[in-house]
């Protein structure tokens, strides 16, 4: 991954975070006040710090590039563990999550918009960054399969922002921004994001058919009209081969950059424990995982905690996904007396599930979107359980709530 120029994944999300945060923390008129529950969340996420950190002292640095990496590595993990219990302390008082999706979705617009851009009127030297002549979007800024993440989630708080319009002009809005943030996320030619999505659309549909089965045929028909007008467009153009050529591992480029240096990563790190198995419980540290077949970064954010920090920070990491797991679930079973938070909860649950699969094909984002995930997950948990016991109709909602 090369060092970010237009699009910064890490800088969004976090800056974002903290806009929202303080800007919550600047309207209280309660006493600040951070719940117990947040702290085994954030002992879990100091292991996995620590575990970086223990490695980067005691590692010897080849150049000061791979050092800096390290380093920053480490930097945003502190600053999303800040974040994390700065959105904890007003987590009890967000009962209303219309202006976060709101916000997500213009986020998404204007993110789609540069994505076109660049994909259209970047040019980079190495062939491989190109299909078919186009760019794919995100290379050499960020990760493409990251962005191509990102615009997914942003396509879940736009669909959201659709589906709880009542308004005709405002629900044709949310589509046509449905609609650019997924061209924008075509211009990645990330096969990831694409099965991403597939899942999260398959995860949303039994999510709603078991929890809120009166929004599944809205969510159906939104998704079939997507798919036409997709359909449509592609056929106009002639850019079906172009549009699924990775996808269809159409070269050997393709695939040995797909499948076979994903692959070559687990090869090597089972060697690396068969040459010292101390490695198993130590980790091997960044400067060795960065030598290994995906180059840079390990493509999997699963295995990072284990290949870099070793048996304990993997076993963090995998306490935090399943908290995660179990957040969702109670904000979605709990949530069913708040329209917009119960729909919330579904779909960015579904939108995890399908991110979950991806993750275990991009460069690893240990403090970025699975953080993401796992912030939400313990806010709406967290502001579900405050819930009232009778149902609240979305139209009956203020914006007020959110501040207290």
Known sequence: MGESRLLSIDKIFKLAAFALAFMILLFQRKKLNIPRDIWIYILA???????FLINYLVSAYPDDFIAFQAKKDIIRLAIILLVFVLCAAV???????????????????????????????????????YVDGYLRAGAKTTDSNLLGAVLNI????????????????????????????QAARFATFSTGSLLSLVITVIAAMCLLKKYHAEMLKPFLKIVLFVIFV???????????NTVFYRVLLSDDVVKGSSIDSRVGQYKEYIEYIKEKP??????????????MSTGGQIHNSYLRPLVEGGIVAFGCFLFLWWRCLKDFFFSIKT????????????????????????????????????????ILAYMLRHSASTLPTSRVPREQLSFRPVYG
């Open 230 to 240: 997709f359909i449509i467009m592609i056929l106009r153009t002639g850019l079906s």
């Open 335 to 374: 949530s069913q007396t708040n329209e917009v938070h119960h729909i919330v909860s579904i779909f960015f649950f579904a939108s995890f599930i399908g991110w979950s699969f991806q993750a275990g094909t991009v460069p690893s984002d240990i403090s970025t979107i699975q953080w993401f995930f796992f």
């Open 278 to 291: 101390a490695n198993l419980i130590l980790g091997i540290g960044s400067v060795n995982a960065r030598t």
């Open 45 to 51: 996420g100091t292991f996995i710090l620590f575990s």
């Open 154 to 181: 942003a396509s879940v708080a736009v669909l959201i922002g659709c589906l709880i319009q009542n308004n005709l002009l405002s629900k044709i809005f949310f589509l046509s921004l449905l609609i650019i943030i």
């Open 91 to 129: 987590s009890s008082d967000t009962s209303d999550y219309r202006p976060f999706v709101y916000a997500f979705a213009i986020l998404g617009l204007l993110l789609g918009i540069l994505t076109i851009y660049n994909s259209f009127t970047g040019k980079f030297g190495e062939s491989w960054h």
